[in-house]
């Protein structure tokens, strides 16, 4: 089975704008979070996948892998499937470029999800934690998934799922971190996948998997890390350094 990492690496965001390329502790976020890719030790290759020549260069002059995206891409794994459409693999693990504090325990339990799946009932396997904080369950970028017994996730979303109407059923949140692994079949199917509805409301590229019937294998993890959203993620992640 051959396993590859790639990051797509957007240069602009809404949130907070070429924050891959800010400084993290003398090297920028992209660059460690690819490192961090690579340490893992985990994959048969990593990649950076990006639109910007700034992260294309950053990467390659570190001694990197990049490859530039020819098209415009709505989400990660729009970029991701354009990139590998034509490389020889199994598995495609997307890395967040502003995840730089991956580890490889986490990583190990996504890739074994598929080592199990001798049927190849899973199309793909994910993260998530609990949280607690009323804050972090109510701050919309912090994307929040609900499961079904077997943790296959049902829905994912911005908002406060499940509503707590009553608060003493024991409930418990649990917040999505972007890290995804993939069948290539699943990720080129949805290559060729119109965006739908649910997708275009939330701006969640996961729920197309959903509109269209995938199975996303969720894991709990107690490994958090920190996503760069925002500039007050970033003074975080330095402090972390």
């Known amino acids: 089975m051959k396993i590859i990492a790639v990051i797509p690496a957007r240069y602009a965001s809404t949130r907070f704008h070429a924050k891959l390329m800010q400084d993290l502790g003398g090297k920028t976020v992209i660059l460690r979070t690819y490192e961090a890719a690579l340490h893992t030790q985990l994959f048969d290759d990593v ?73 190849k009932k899973v199309d793909l396997a994910s993260l998530m934690y609990e949280i607690k904080d009323t804050n972090e369950i109510e701050n919309p970028n912090n994307v929040k998934v609900v499961v079904n017994q077997n943790n296959f996730a049902m829905y994912f979303s911005r908002s406060v799922i499940p509503f707590p109407r009553d608060k003493d059923v024991g409930v418990r949140y649990m917040k999505h971190i972007g890290v995804y692994a993939f069948r290539k079949e699943a990720l080129m199917d949805f290559y060729k996948l119109p965006m739908m509805s649910l997708e275009a409301s939330e701006k969640l590229e996961q729920l197309r998997y959903l509109e269209f019937g995938k199975q996303i294998k969720m894991i709990e993890t107690t490994h958090a890390g920190i996503g760069i959203d925002t500039k007050e993620d970033l003074e975080k992640a330095r402090l972390l350094i």
């Open 47 to 119: 990649f950076v996948v990006t639109d910007s020549k700034l992260i294309f260069d950053e990467i390659v002059n570190h001694g990197g892998k990049a490859i530039m995206s020819i098209k415009e891409h709505e989400s990660g794994s729009d970029r991701i499937a354009e990139a590998i459409e034509s490389i020889d693999v199994d598995i495609v693990i997307n890395v967040q470029g502003d995840e730089p504090f991956i580890n490889a325990k986490p990583l190990k339990e996504v890739i074994e999800v598929f080592k199990k799946d001798t049927d």
